[in-house]
C-alpha cells in the first residue's frame, strides 16, 4: 500500500514537471475566474448586495438551529457533484472541440471561488468573512483545486497530442492515459467531498456561533 502511495505520488510530480506550462495556462485562467467573481461582487447593485447578505445571515441562523446534519445525505451529493465535475472533464477533455469547454470549466471554478469569497467578506467583514472561508471552505478546496487543474491539464494534453499525431493508435494510447489519470483526479476528489462533509461541516458547526 506504502509502495502504491508513493508510484501514485512520483507519477503526480512527473506530471506537472512534463507539463509545467500547461498548468501555468490553466492555473492563470482558475485566477482570472476568481477575480471575475470579486468584480462581479464589487459592482452589483446596492439592493442585490442587501439580498446576499440577508441570505448569507438567514443561512447562518438556521444553520445555528439544526442540532445535526444528515452527514450522509450531504455526502451523496457533494459526491454527486464531483463525480459529475470530473466526468465532465474528461469526456470534454477527450474531444478536440471540447477543450475550450473544459477551460470554461476551470474558469467558471475560479468565479465561484471569486465570488464566494467576495460575497461572505462583503457581507460578513473582513474578519468574520475571511474566517468563515477558512472554516466552511479552506480545507477541501486545498486539494479540490489541484484536482480540477489538473483534469483540465490531462484534457488540454490529450489534445495537443491529437493535434501533434492524429494517428489511430496514439489516440486509443493517450485516451486511455488520460482515463487512468483522470481516475486517480477522481479519487481525490471523492476524498475533498470526505474532507468537506465530515471535517469542514463539523467545524462549521463548531464555530458558526461566532458567525
Known sequence: MKDKGIRIKETLKRHVINNSKE???????FIIGIFLGVFFVNNIQDAQKIEIKNYLNNFIENMKKIESLD?????????????????????????????????????YRGFCLGYTISVCVSAMGIAKGLS?????????????IPAILALAVSGFKLYKSIVKDNRKENIKLEIVRHTAFSLIM??????????????????????????
Do not use: C, D, H
Open 186 to 211: 477522481l479519487i481525490i476528489l471523492l476524498l475533498s467531498s470526505l474532507i468537506e462533509i465530515f471535517i469542514s461541516t463539523n467545524l462549521f458547526k463548531f464555530f458558526i456561533k461566532y458567525f
Open 132 to 144: 468563515f472561508i477558512t472554516v466552511n471552505v479552506l480545507l477541501q478546496n486545498l486539494i479540490f
Open 23 to 29: 498548468y501555468m495556462i490553466v492555473t492563470l485562467l
Open 71 to 107: 452527514n450522509i445525505s450531504l455526502l451523496r451529493s457533494s459526491i454527486a457533484q464531483n463525480i459529475l465535475l470530473a466526468v465532465m472533464i474528461w469526456f470534454f477533455g477527450t474531444t478536440v472541440i471540447g477543450i475550450p469547454v473544459v477551460f470554461g470549466i476551470v474558469l
